[in-house]
Structure formats: C-alpha cells, structure tokens
C-alpha cells in the first residue's frame, strides 16, 4: 500500500472519529476516543488532550513519565496561547481552537519527525474540529443551564402566584383526581393538601353529578367557563363559586389533565341580591333598555305601574310605556348622546287606562372597555307631587279665603308655629276661651292647657312634627280666661311650604264640654244605681271576680252580706213608689255609714244590697273567730244603721233587713259566693226577719240539693223528659173553649211528675229554661198541627232568660216553620216582671213575633212597678189578671172588686183581650163576668191535662 494511500485512510478513520466525537457523552470519552484513534497516525506514538490545565484521560505516571505539563488560564479566550511549543522535537502540539474560544491542546508523543509532518495540517483542522465540538457542548450546557435556571424561576414565580390566589386552584388528572392544589383549596374545603391530592376532585361540591359533567365538558371542548356550583367544608360551611377550567398538554399535544379555578362569589352573589332586592323594593319605574331602545330588565314598580308581567315587559319597546312614545323615543336619543338624561318630565300608561306623571332619569351604563352595553332607566311617580304644588298653588291663591272662613267658622282654629307660637287666631277660639286676639299673639298654644293635660298635648304634637302620624284627634282640657274648664276636641295637621317643609300646625278646636260629660254621665249610670247612687249588679259581680282573684293568690277569704228589706212591699202598696224610693235611698246612705273604709256596697236590684268585706284570712283558728266576729260586727251595723226610725211623707217607718253571710273559698266564683249569701238569707227570713245568718252545712246540702236538680235538668233535656199539659181558657159568658194555656211538667224517671214550682226557678238561675223552652214549643206546634181544629191559640209561658237569648226568635220561627203551624195559633206569654228586665234586642224580638201574627199577653199583671207603661211600649194584644187579685174578690164591694174592675177597663180602654187566672168558685167568675171580663181561667173550667179539650 502506498503512503498516500495509507494516508488517506487514516484521515478518512480520523473524520469519522471525529464525527462520532459529537455522539460522546463526556470530554473524557472524548480524550479517550481521540487518543486511541490518533495512534493511527504514522509517527504518533501517543496521544493526550490537554483541556485547561487537566488531562481528561491520561495514564499519569507515563504524563510524569514524559514530563508533560497542561497550562491553565482564566478564562481562555481565542488569543489565550494554551499550547506553548517547550523546545521539544517528541512532542508536538495541535491547538484545539475556534475563533471565539482556545479550549487546550493536542500532545501528541511522535517517534518520527517526517511522517507527522506530512499529517499536521490535516491535525490542525482536527484539532479546530474538536474546539468546535467542545465549543458546542459548552453553548449547550450553557443554553441548559439557562434554561433551567428560567424554567427554576418560572415555576417558583407560578407557584408562587398559584399558593397567593384566593381562588381555589387544584390541578386534576384526566381520571378526575387531584394531582395538585393551592392552600385557598385547603382552606375553602377544610382538608389538608396531603389529603386532598388523590381523591375524586367532584367530592368537593355539594351537586358531585354536575362537577363530573361539567369537567367532562372540559375535556370535550378544552375549556369551561364561569359555571355555578356550591363547595362544602368539612364544617358544613358552604362557598358559592364560579369554575373555570382548561386542559394542560405535554409538547406533543397530548392531554395531561386538567386545570380548574374556583373563584368565590358568595359575597358578590349576597351583594348582586342586596342591589337586586333595592332595585325591587324600590317605589321608583327602574329598567334597563339595550342600545336598541328594548326592555331587558324591571323591576316591580315598573310592573305595577303599566300593569304589564315582567315577562312580558323584557323584550318591548321602552317607548311604548309612555303616552308620548315619540318624546320618550328622542329623550332616550339624548342619553346616548350626553351619557344622561335628568328629570325629563312624562306620562306613564296602566294597561286599565290609569296614568302617572313621572320624571324621567337615565344613564348609558358600559362594559370595562368603555362599550355602552345599554341604559338605565328611573321613573319617579311626581303625580301626587304636582297635586301638591297645584293645591299649594292654590293655597297660596287663596288665603283671603282662607283667613275668610276662619273667621267665619263655628269651631276654633288657629295656626302655630313648630314651637308652639301662635300666628293667626280665629274669633270662634277667642269666643271660646275668653281671650282676645292679642293674647294669643302673645302666648303658646300650651299656655291655655290644663296642667294635668299638659304632657298628653306636648307629646301628640311632637309625634305630628315627627311625622309617625299624618294628623291626631286628641281630647284635651283648656281653660278658660274665668278659669273655668272646658273639654275640646283637638285636631291636629301638620302643614308644609312649597318644598315640602313642615313649617307650621293648624289646629281645629271643638267644644265637647256637653258631649264629654253626656259620656261621663253614661260611665256612671253604666255602673251606678240612678235612684241610690251606690254600684249597680253589674259592678258588683266585676269587682267580686277581682275580689276573689286576689283572695286566692294570697290565701285570704272574701266575705259577702246579702241584704234585703223586710216587708218593702208594704211600703210600695201602702204609701206608693215614690215613697218606697225614698226609703231605698235612705238605707243605702245608712248602709254606706255603717261600713269599714275599703268595704265594698252596691244595689243588686229593688230592695237587696250586697256588701262586699275583704281581706279576712279564713276561718280556721283564733284568725278565724275574729274574721266571724268581724263580719257579724259589719252585719250588726248595717242592720243598727238600717233600723233608725224614718219619716216619710208623713208617715214614721222602722225598716228593717236580713241578711245572709257567706265567706269564700278557694272554688268560689262571684256566682256562687252570692248564692250562698242568698241561701243565708233565705234562712234569716224564714226564722223571722230582721237578723242576719250565717250560710251553714244544711244549707250548703241544700244547695248541693240545687246544683244535684241542675244536673237532673240536663239529663232531662237530653232525655226530652218535659211533658205539656194544657188548661182551657174559657168565654166567661157561656164557658165555652176558646185557647188554651200550655203549663210544662217534669216526668222525673224517679220522683214521678213534677210541677214547674220544683224545678223551673233553677231552671232560669241556670238558663236551662231555653233549652226547656224550645222542647215546650216543639210540642206545642206538634199538637197544633196534628190537630188543626182545636178552639182558639194556645199560650205559651216566656222567661225574661229565653227573651234575652240571642237565637230564641229563630227558634220559634224555625219552629213554626218545621210543623207548617200559622202563627196566629200562638201566644207568648210574658210577665211584668220580665218584661221590666228585656234588653232592646228581646223587644225587637217581640215586636218581630207580632208582625208575624203571635199574640203577645202580659201575665200577672198588676204585680209589677209600672203596667201601664208596659202596655204602652210593647206590642201588647192581651193581659192577664194576676190570680192573687182573682183570689181577694168578695161578694161586697172591696179593694180587690175595684182594683180588678179598674184592670178591666184599661183592657177595654186599650181594646186589649183580658184573661182572669185563677178562678176556682162561681162567685168569682160571676164577678169578674159582672165586670165586664170576657175570658177566664182556672180549676174551675178545667185542670191541666195532657190533651188540650175538644171545641
């Protein structure tokens, strides 16, 4: 082979080393690479690469062996001479170098001086070659450090950036777990970041389901935005939130995972509601319009005010809210063009035709670039305001009117300041109140207030001032310049300038001195006695309720008198009731004189007074015999005070009284501490009168007899064990039928048939009479229908407790209704002491059953205070003579014959029907006959039965 030959295969061997020195990883596989190749080289005995003052890969005995030395400099750059020739002719030097740069040298150990030769250049681009190639690795380690050090800084700033977002950033993995997430995710879930990455990233959420669709939306369309969901902390805390998410891809494009943002917007949320609930409630039209002039949004004044749904408003027109949609139209124009529009006045349309004056405000609102996106609109309702500023207008317009009819008014008016001052008075006030002109000019309206009412006055006109009212009606007393009181009826109006500003008080003043004490008067009667002046029954059983109450809380007793006249009677049928009046009012004041201050007295009806004694505390023990001692010292009193001789008219009278005594206990009501006082004093009046007695166990049995009957009667009624039985009413001049009187009787299941004196007062006192009542005239209306040829009505007996039931005329007429009975076949039978008692709901219920065709007869009469008022104010068709008259008549002429024969011709006078009760004897019905009484009743004609005697 020649040397050119070899020459070119061993440079071909060493550009193809060198090609491959690129591959190597490392400058010492380099050096060993080179120095194995380099050996090929004809002359080259051994081969070191010399980089910067080290041999990369060298045997170091044969370095020292051969005395070689790799200089070092600082920094090298391409001038740098790092390959010095040492005068040595075995070693030669290839520099390893660019233009930029000396990296070292090649050593190369030569045993033949002219075959290197012919190879250096060929060495030296070798050695340039390997400069370039280090040059290369150095920009490459160089540009990877950098951009290491920028990819170091990057992420730490990211991170940085990710761990200070108050937003909750999690990074998840295309399974939906997390991977990563920042402390705002810890702190908005309440769990630790360790414990967070690795689970379900839609566990998170209070809806799971609609985070895993939302994030399988993200993966079909690489993102999603602002999507509502609801985040839950361990301690139930809930975060409303917007997600946004997008994929992340490596640098293939490939899909990593997911990068989600969860921003809270709880408080705009709560803020957005807070304005939306302001836009709501508030009064004025708010909208919002698009540049297009349509609705978008309004609110519910808006919707009141045309009279339009929301739903139906968004999407219309603005103008064609307006009566004027053409004005609206170039008003809304002016907004784009200044940005506002303020207080343009307009007419909004109801969809009924109603119309409001409204003042028009507008702005353009924009995005955050500067983009008008549209206008908001406010309407204000100015209707009731320019009324205003008309009728102020026309105030102004006329006040000599005004000050005309002030002075011309039959009421004091006058105006004041907010402080009281007075500026303009009319005649009426001064006329009122005595004072002229001038001193009212001179004074405050609360001058002229009696000092009592002072406060009340202030007050209300603070309150009118403060508008928490528009005006006040208040009574108040003033006083006169004589001094004298007068009671006013004070209206109060607070009056307001042009601009809305209180600025000063009218004030209507009416004389109710008259009216005040008309009502006072009333108070008083209401629960006063108009003959005695003492408390009436009503009074009496209110203050006993509180009485009792008291006494139960404390442990105390109450101690009830129940007083009565002996023989008042007497008094009344001898001297009359006038005289019998005077003697009532005389007790009453005696009674009054005898009592303890605190004692209690009241007239509890015609000759009866009950005293009421507080504060006994019971009757066990030494307490309780000085209670019994204290309530008999009160009886013993009453009953001295009472028994003082007495002149009336003329005549000496010595009244006397009994008087029951009970105490209460702790069961006892008004009702049944003045039943057992009445029980006593039934017992003092049977043992003889003028004493009082103690309510003791027999009567206390007795009155457990009463309440035991009671609940007999209500079994009774259940039951329907009341039977009628019927007496004939006959025509005294031939004793033929003409009606009938229905008299009720008690089938008792164990007492056998019992008259209505053994059960009918309890009966009242309990009110089961109208219960009783209605079973009567069932039966009654029964018998009439089935027998439709009975002589003349039957009478039915009326307590005053059935007249005083609300529903009892209903019930007669349902009753007469259901057995189809003509009500011109009933009577209603009333006595006059009933009747004394009615309220005006039972004469109405009268005088109704009278239009109807029911007969109505006054019984026994002649034993009540005032008769022939009673037939003057009821609707009376018939009366009958009390039996006790029937039972007085005698052969000769006597008080009886005049007192019935004077009956007879008031019946006759009043073309009334007349009855006499109670005949058991010819000669008395021969008398009354003689008389001129057409009908009769009694034992005589017939007995009660249980069928009613044929025509």
Known sequence: MSDTRFAAEVLGKLLVAVQTLDALPSVKGMAEFLQSSLREVPGVTNTFMCLNGEFPSADQATIAKLDLHCPKAAGPSA???????????????????????????????????????????????????????????????????????????????????????????????PEGMITDANEATVKV???????????????????????????????????????????????????????????????????????????????????????????????????????????????????????????????????????????????????????????????????DGTLTEVLYNASVYRDAGGKVLGVFAAARDVTEQNRAAETARSLVAAEDLVRTVMGSASIGIVLAGLDGSIRVVNSALCDLLGYDEAYFLAHRLQDTVHPDDLEVALLDRTRVIAGSINKSATTVRLVRADG???????????????????????????????????????????????????????????????????????????????????????????????????????????????????????????DEFVIVVQGLQGLQGLQGLQDVLEVERCAERVSASIGVDLQVRGHRIVPTASIGIATSTSTSTPESLLRDADSALSQAKTTGRARWHFFDDTMHAQALARLNIEDQLREAITASQFVVFYQPIVALADAHVVGHEALVRWAHPNRGLLSPGEFLEIAEDTGLITAIGAQVLDQVCAMLAEHPDLPGPISVNVSAVQLAAPDWLTTVRDTLATHRVDPARIVIEVTETAVLSLVDSARTALTSLRELGIGIHLDDFGTGYSSISVLRDLPVTGVKLDLRFVHDLTADDSQANALAEGVNGLVKGLHLTGIAEGIETQMQANILRDQGWEHGQGYYFGKPATTPLPP
């Not at 769990?191 to 994030?215: H, M, Q, W």
């Not at 139960?552 to 129940?562: I, N, T």
């Open 79 to 173: 001038s740098t001479p790092l390959c010095v020739p040492e005068d040595r002719p075995d070693i030669q030097l290839v520099a390893m170098r660019t233009p930029r740069q000396a990296f070292g040298c090649l050593q190369l150990v030569i045993d033949d001086e002219a075959k290197f030769e012919a190879y250096q250049p060929f060495l030296v681009n070798i050695g340039h070659m390997v400069a370039t190639i280090l040059e290369k690795r150095q920009n490459d380690r160089s540009l990877a450090t950098a951009t290491a050090q920028l990819n170091r800084q990057a992420f730490e700033s990211a991170r940085s950036m990710i761990e200070s977002s108050l937003d909750s950033l999690v990074a998840i993995s």
């Open 189 to 351: 879930t309440g769990i630790p970041r360790d414990e967070l990455i690795g689970t379900a990233f839609s566990e998170c959420f209070t809806e799971p389901v609609k985070a895993n669709a939302i994030y399988q939306l993200v993966f079909e369309r690489g993102m999603a935005v602002d999507y509502p969901l609801t985040m839950r902390h361990r301690d139930g805390t809930l975060t409303e939130v917007l997600y946004n998410a997008s994929v992340y891809r490596d640098v293939g494009g490939k899909v990593l995972g997911v990068f989600a943002a969860a921003r809270d917007v709880t408080e705009a949320r709560q803020a957005f509601q807070s304005a939306r609930s302001m836009i709501e409630s508030s009064l004025d039209s708010l909208v919002a319009i698009s540049p297009e002039g349509m609705i978008t949004d309004a609110n519910e004044a808006t919707v009141k005010v045309t009279g339009i749904p929301r739903v139906e408003l968004i999407g219309t027109a603005f103008s064609e809210c307006f009566t004027e949609p053409v004005k609206a139209n170039a008003i809304y124009q002016l907004v784009f063009e200044q940005g506002m529009a303020v207080d343009y006045p307009l007419t909004m349309r109801h969809r």
């Open 484 to 606: 004298a009181t007068v009671w006013v009826r004070r209206v109060t109006v607070l009056l307001r300038d042009g601009d809305g500003e209180a600025n000063m008080l009218m004030m209507q003043v009416e004389d109710i001195t008259a009216e005040h004490e008309a009502q006072e008067a009333l108070a008083y009667q209401a629960f006063h006695d108009s003959l005695t002046g003492l408390h009436n029954r009503a009074w009496i059983l209110d203050i006993l309720a509180v009485d009792l109450r008291a006494a139960k809380r404390r442990g105390h007793s109450v101690g009830a008198l129940f007083v009565d006249l002996d023989n008042f009677k007497v008094v009344n049928d001898s001297l009359g009731h006038a005289a019998g009046d005077e003697v009532l009012a005389a007790v009453a004041e005696r009674i009054v004189a005898a009592l303890r201050p605190g004692d209690r007295v009241g007239r509890f009806g015609g």
